[in-house]
């Protein structure tokens, strides 16, 4: 995500409450249900029809503190018999039931209009929201819950969402716990969508109807390259096999992109807000597409610990781009000194890991970025000298724990490089005892950023007078050139 705007979505990734265990009270939980989403052209309200397998629960709740002040027409569905809305609780009271269906209406309008700091939002006949503020669901989750959607919209109606389908195209989709956990975005309304295949994986792009420059060839061409430039550091293959791509045009000049974010929330998706005035040949190379797109080959990592995630993603963001041709070694070395400055200067005197949990209260944004893009790239160097690669390392960590629906501290996440590094490498290079949590250790705890310059001199990037220039004679120059090529398939 761009930092400049990250505090006021924070809220979006969080893990909203835990997973309900399997000894929970029967009537608490429900193992399978469906839902029928539908609404009219002017798109004033959602009417959802809500049927369990076995029977309804006692109660229902939504995974947004607010959502049942938007609640309408609460009933069973079978005798019409109304339901106790408990605003203040946060819940719909059932009780017993006849038959296995109960209805309910959403204010979407009055959402569109009261609801600032959440994705809910009306651009022209179309609306983005958030489905925590309409999913009524069990109060216990079980993991291995049959959860479907299906929608019923009016002719010239589209829904974008970032939930896979049963049975292929057509079919109803399947909800994963993380819809009602992690943050994700549904786009209800009249917009033009795009459907391609890029490296592998299946993008649906939705792209709100408002003035742009960049044409429809464009859009997917920038899609396309952003999709191969990331699948490169995978062996070709994008790290996740589909995509929800969400695009919004915004008046204005300068940077082709102005913003992204990536949302895990029942499937991998990026929101993207671009400059309506930026020609198509400004897109493909930028670097918000990419950036977004590289934290899906990662697991979800604790947002105290985004010099993990965004730190990680951001060296990448500037290797991949060089590696894909976009830029040359040279101004990459200067793009990423120029960040380690940034990053340098930056923050507000604590050590790394408090700039980390602190980042969005601080706005340390530079700081924790380019202090995580620092231990990368010494991470980087380190593994490469006793046979292996970060390369080596995210394409492992996409292998292992990308697709996890939880949440992952970066220590476990190390802890499981560090295993990983015990059985992968050879006894020379074991002998070593290379850890990656060791290596962080110290930078994590220092109030001061991490000193580049022994790795510099390895690698042969000399700054003289703030000018950057590549030394072919060093010992380790080789390994530089290294780290600017694309690992094998």
């Not at 795009?194 to 109807?209: N, S």
């Not at 960040?339 to 924790?368: C, I, P, T």
Request: hydrophobic share 45%; aromatic share 8%; charged share 20%.
């Amino acid at each position: 995500m761009s930092p400049g705007v990250r505090a006021s979505w924070r809220g979006w990734c969080t893990l909203a409450l835990a997973v309900g265990c399997a000894h929970a009270p029967r009537d608490e939980g429900a193992l399978a249900w469906h839902y029928e989403v539908s609404t009219a052209p002017a798109l004033e309200r959602l009417d959802v029809k809500l049927c369990f397998r076995d029977r309804v629960p006692a109660r229902l709740v939504a995974d947004d503190e607010a959502a049942a002040g938007y609640l309408l027409d609460a009933r069973e569905l079978a005798g019409g018999r109304a339901l106790t809305v408990d605003v203040a609780g946060g819940q719909v009271l059932v009780g017993a039931t006849a038959g296995k269906c109960v209805a309910y209406a959403v204010d979407l309008a009055r959402l569109v209009e009261e609801v600032d700091e959440r994705p809910t939002v009306r651009v022209g006949g179309v609306v983005a929201s958030s489905p925590h503020f309409w999913l009524w669901r069990p109060a216990k989750l079980y993991r291995e819950a049959e959860v479907t959607l299906s929608f019923v919209l009016p002719a010239g109606v589209r829904a974008s969402v970032p939930w896979p389908q049963q049975g292929g195209e057509g079919g109803p989709y399947r909800l994963s716990t993380t819809t009602f956990t992690w943050a994700s975005q549904v786009v209800l309304g009249r917009f033009d969508e795009d459907r391609f295949t890029a490296a592998g994986a299946e993008f649906r792009v939705a792209v709100m109807d408002l003035p742009r420059a960049i044409s429809g060839p464009g859009l997917r061409r920038w899609i396309g390259a952003a999709a191969e430039t990331v699948g490169s550091l995978y062996g070709g293959a994008f790290p996740v096999p589909h995509m929800q791509v969400v695009v919004v045009p915004y008046r204005g000049g300068g940077d082709p992109v102005y913003f992204g974010m990536a949302l895990r929330g029942g499937g991998p998706a990026v929101m993207l807000l671009i400059s309506s005035a930026a020609p198509d040949e400004a897109f493909p190379g930028e670097w918000v597409a990419i950036h977004e797109f590289l934290h899906h080959g990662m697991p979800f990592v604790d947002h105290d610990d985004a010099w993990l995630s965004e730190g990680f993603v951001t060296y990448y963001t500037e290797l991949l781009r060089a590696r894909a041709g976009f830029r040359g070694e040279l101004a990459t070395w200067r793009a990423l000194q120029a960040g380690f400055e940034r990053g340098r200067n930056s923050g507000v005197g604590m050590s790394l890991a408090d700039e980390s949990r602190q980042m969005h209260d601080n706005a340390a944004y530079q700081r924790v970025y380019w202090g995580g893009a620092a231990i990368a790239l010494l991470a980087d160097g380190a593994l490469r000298e006793v046979g292996s690669s970060l390369d080596a390392a995210m394409r492992e960590l996409q292998r292992c724990c990308a697709a996890t629906p939880r949440i992952w501290p970066a220590e476990q996440v190390l802890a499981t490089l560090d295993s990983w590094l015990d059985t992968g490498l050879d006894a020379r290079a074991r002998s070593t005892r290379l850890r990656l949590g060791a290596l962080a250790g110290p930078i994590l705890r220092s109030v001061d950023f991490p000193d580049l310059t022994p790795i510099y001199r390895k690698l042969g990037v000399s700054v003289v007078n703030g000018e950057l220039t590549l030394d072919e004679s060093a010992p380790l120059a080789h390994l530089r050139r290294a780290i600017f090529t694309s690992p094998a398939p």
